[in-house]
């Protein structure tokens, strides 16, 4: 298993947000992550980039347990995250913020490369290199928030809310983009306000309540279980 969290539990003081969390994400995947507000999503997200440390389970990565590493050690083993709200530095440039991705690398060509492939990705964001992140419009900073995880070359992806406050034209580039980035032999997890979306781009998804797997399976039984679709797709 590349991803395998085990009976995670996370507590934001003596409240329990996780409760005994287990999920996994095979290499090569998209698997997403759906659920309420309050369900616990980006906890899970936290709680993997070490950013938010686990009270008790396991969390094996490739081979390795991660869950005594601090963030930047987990970077090192290859996870990126693009936290909720894009958080680029707003006066950094472009091509600075891209900069501040590849911080753990020394490979000079390899970052060279993956400049190229950031721009390939996001050509707005050549055209932009020397632009002011806080100057960029909210799509633009979703592609600056991406491109900066790439940048430190990842084997696996942590996306949160990447098409939240977006026009529906923009979030459709972005998930192109994430469907790009698992073909290019990228895996990604995602947790996403817009659940459909969601489920029509990923292999398998995970149902969040509570801290707890409601359901699970592949995107195709989820999208047509009814009571999927009653409760988180918003179809009677």
């Known amino acids: 298993m590349f991803l395998d969290v085990k009976n995670i539990s996370t507590f934001y003081g003596k409240i329990e947000v996780l409760k005994s969390l287990?999920?996994?994400?095979?290499?090569?995947?998209?698997?997403?992550?759906?659920?309420?507000?309050?369900?616990?999503?980006?906890?899970?997200?936290?709680?993997?980039?070490?950013?938010?440390?686990?009270?008790?389970?396991?969390?094996?990565?490739?081979?390795?347990?991660?869950?005594?590493?601090?963030?930047?050690?987990?970077?090192?083993?290859?996870?990126?995250?693009?936290?909720?709200?894009?958080?680029?530095?707003?006066?950094?440039?472009?091509?600075?913020?891209?900069?501040?991705?590849?911080?753990?690398?020394?490979?000079?060509?390899?970052?060279?490369?993956?400049?190229?492939?950031?721009f390939y990705l996001f050509p707005i964001l050549k055209k932009r290199v020397f632009q002011d992140a806080g100057t960029l419009s909210g799509g633009e900073q979703q592609m600056l928030a991406i491109g900066r995880a790439l940048m430190s070359n990842p084997k696996l992806l942590l996306l949160d809310e990447p098409s939240l406050g977006l026009a529906p034209k923009i979030v459709d580039t972005i998930f192109e983009i994430i469907i790009e980035i698992n073909r290019s032999g990228g895996t990604v997890l995602l947790v996403e306000q817009n659940a459909y979306l969601a489920l029509k781009i990923s292999h398998r998804a995970y149902v969040l309540d509570n801290g707890m797997v409601r359901f699970q399976g592949s995107s195709e039984e989820l999208i047509a279980d009814e009571s999927i679709k009653k409760a988180y797709l918003g179809e009677s």
């Open 22 to 118: 287990s999920f996994s994400v095979d290499k090569g995947e998209i698997v997403t992550l759906i659920g309420a507000n309050g369900a616990g999503k980006t906890t899970t997200l936290l709680s993997l980039s070490g950013i938010t440390k686990i009270k008790q389970g396991s969390i094996f990565f490739d081979g390795k347990r991660l869950d005594k590493f601090s963030p930047d050690k987990i970077v090192l083993e290859g996870i990126s995250h693009v936290p909720e709200g894009r958080r680029v530095f707003p006066y950094l440039t472009v091509k600075e913020n891209l900069s501040l991705g590849a911080y753990t690398r020394n490979d000079s060509d390899g970052i060279e490369r993956d400049f190229e492939k950031v």
